[in-house]
């Protein structure tokens, strides 16, 4: 009923920015949060950083500064920038959200095929 499709991934080099988007379709009623992952090889999903349905925003300590994430709500859709980016940024990125269909339907957890972005000169 609900799918979550990243985009805007790609090539960078060190330095450099790019912007991810997610864009969230199907029976939606609400959104309450959204969040952004990464996973590289070898290593566990880690949580970059998420925010509420209100804006509220937390981030991890490795991207402090750094990243941004935004909202829009009246798009359904999540932003990640990414400034100043580093060759351990490098990392497949998901996009995760709880999403209510409606009564009767309750929240569930939703995500994304994820999109790479690697950071390489």
């Known amino acids: 009923q609900v799918r979550l499709v990243e985009s805007g991934g790609g090539l960078v080099q060190p330095g450099g920015s790019l912007r991810l988007s997610c864009a969230a379709s199907?029976?939606?009623?609400?959104?309450?949060?959204m969040r952004w992952y990464r996973q590289a090889p070898g290593k566990q999903r880690e949580l970059v950083s998420s925010?509420?349905?209100?804006?509220?925003?937390n981030y991890a300590d490795s991207v402090k500064g750094r990243f941004t994430i935004s909202r829009d709500n009246a798009k359904n859709t999540a932003y990640l920038q990414m400034n100043s980016l580093k060759p351990e940024d490098t990392a497949v990125y998901y996009c995760?959200?709880?999403?209510?269909?409606?009564?009767?339907?309750?929240?569930?957890?939703?995500w994304g095929p994820g999109t790479q972005v690697t950071v390489s000169s």
């Open positions: 199907g029976n939606i009623f609400s959104i309450y949060s």
């Open positions: 995760n959200a709880d999403i209510g269909s409606g009564a009767g339907y309750g929240m569930r957890n939703y």
């Open positions: 925010i509420l349905s209100g804006g509220s925003a």
